[in-house]
């Protein structure tokens, strides 16, 4: 075998090594086969709206509706995952998914379908995702056997999100053209039955039995909110992802008028920016999972906010079609590299406990913070127009980047000691640190003097 074969292999290795784990090969297999569909009936769902339609603003409807459980649901989803086996409430939100899936296949295929009926099985579907996301987000810690190889299953998750979301529409498009609709919504029912063969298959160690007394809900929702915005570096990373999904991530919906207004193009020129989006959310994830260790995540965070803030100020300002997708690519890496080392960060300093808790919040600031944004990007953009509106959003995705650097070195302060006592590698330990000397590692009360204790 000659050299550059041993390197090849060895960063192939690297690259997936979180697929060491049995039962993460098992939720990859599976989970690749359902977000493809998943990506069918989002495509399929929204130009049905539009044929039966023909209303921009029902379009909205229907994604506000799919969107906002997550933020009334999404944190008592957290509660349940932390008292509850997360792999028996995952299979039973897949059953629920392929059940909506079908139901929404009957109505089409049987020419009953209207309007309100997708309105009705998109809010079903929206609460059922509300439940899973934070369920499934602190599920993968159970899965990978090797706790280093964490940041390379998030990283890993998220390419089989961008991958599916570049495969998915492009077959979705040709079934609409051809056969209709509701194919899409049978093979992505059909789709769902790959992720429970692979959650019933999985062989999972039992997890520590909880002595703490159960409380109310509320209570332990107040608790987790607690731990998680009275500990600051959560709270920074929940503050920044909620203000860059908030203000930044609008720019998909103002897409197709700059496909058609800004640009002259048309249906194809919105195809090429998203896709351009997306290329560069896949060139992020397989960056991160080639990463051996979350070595520099912090520095990193930053880096990604920085340029996801200047690929929608360049966007914005554009009226170029190749510097356009160019700014989108780079918005793109910039967008994934962030959430997803944010995402390994957090799951790798939080209490086991409270992991539910805290992952739902983190779906919150993400998914939650969406609708809104959305809905303020249209409004102010018929206000005061789509460039300006996006300027708007990354100059405030820029001031919130500037001050969680400046929050950067007490955050590593704070990090490495959690790091140390987790047993994680000091490689590891020292990955949101700077390679100064290191601060002394204080007892459990000390680095949580901010946090009440349960």
């Known amino acids: 075998m000659t050299p550059l074969s041993t390197i090849n292999i060895s960063g192939i ?62 944190p008592v989803a957290g509660v349940l995952a932390d008292r509850w ?18 139901l929404l296949a009957a109505a089409v295929l049987s020419g009953v379908i209207q309007v309100w009926h997708i309105v009705v099985l998109s809010l079903l579907l929206g609460v059922v995702n509300a439940f899973d996301i934070p369920i499934r987000q602190s599920f993968v810690v159970e899965m990978v056997s090797l706790r280093e190889d964490l940041g390379n299953a998030i990283a890993l998750n998220s390419s089989m999100v961008n991958g599916a979301r570049l495969i998915g ?46 409380r109310h809900i509320f209570h332990e929702l107040r608790e987790g909110f607690n731990y998680s915005f009275g500990f600051g570096p959560i709270r920074s990373i929940l503050l920044l992802v909620a203000l ?4 930044g991530m609008p720019y998909s919906v103002l897409a197709p008028v700059f496909a058609k207004e800004v640009l002259h193009g048309g249906v194809h020129t919105f195809g090429f920016l998203m896709t351009a989006s997306g290329c560069g959310a896949l060139v992020g994830t397989v960056y991160l999972a080639s990463r051996k260790s979350v070595l520099g995540l912090g520095k990193l965070i930053v880096r990604a906010a920085f340029l996801f803030a200047v690929g929608i100020a360049v966007f914005a300002s554009s009226s170029n079609i190749p510097l356009s997708l160019i700014s989108l690519v780079v918005a793109g890496f910039g967008a994934m590299t962030l959430i997803a080392s944010c995402n390994t960060v957090l799951q ?56 969680f650097a ?32 290191q601060p002394p590692l204080p007892d459990r009360s000390e680095q949580h003097e901010v946090l009440p204790h349960s």
């Open 244 to 247: 860059v999904s908030l203000t």
């Open 85 to 102: 086996n997360r792999r028996r409430l995952l299979i039973i939100t897949q059953a629920l998914a392929m059940v909506q899936a079908a």
């Open 406 to 437: 400046g929050y950067l070195p007490q955050i590593r302060e704070k990090v490495h000691p959690i790091y140390v006592k987790m047993g994680i590698i000091n490689e590891v330990a020292q990955g949101m640190e700077s390679a100064t000397e």
């Open 348 to 403: 790798t300093i939080l209490e086991e406990d409270k992991r539910g808790r805290v992952m739902s919040f983190f779906t919150v600031a993400f998914m939650g913070m969406a609708p809104f944004g959305s809905f303020g990007a249209g409004a102010m953009a018929g206000i005061i127009g789509p460039r300006e509106t996006l300027l708007i959003g990354a100059a405030c995705c820029l001031i919130g980047t500037l001050v």
């Open 13 to 74: 290795r690297t690259l997936l090594r979180a697929l060491r784990s049995r039962n993460y090969r098992l939720f990859v297999a599976g989970q690749s086969v359902s977000l493809v569909g998943t990506w069918m009936q989002q495509i399929a769902m929204s130009w049905l709206v539009y044929r039966l339609t023909g209303s921009a603003f029902m379009l909205g409807v229907v994604g506000f509706t799919s969107q906002i459980p997550t933020l009334l649901f999404a």
């Open 169 to 214: 529409p492009a077959i979705a498009g040709l079934l609409v053209a051809s056969v209709g609709e509701g194919i899409c919504f049978i093979l992505n029912s059909v789709s769902y039955l790959a992720v429970l063969v692979a959650l019933v298959a999985m062989r999972l160690p039992p997890r520590p039995h909880n002595q703490k007394q159960r």
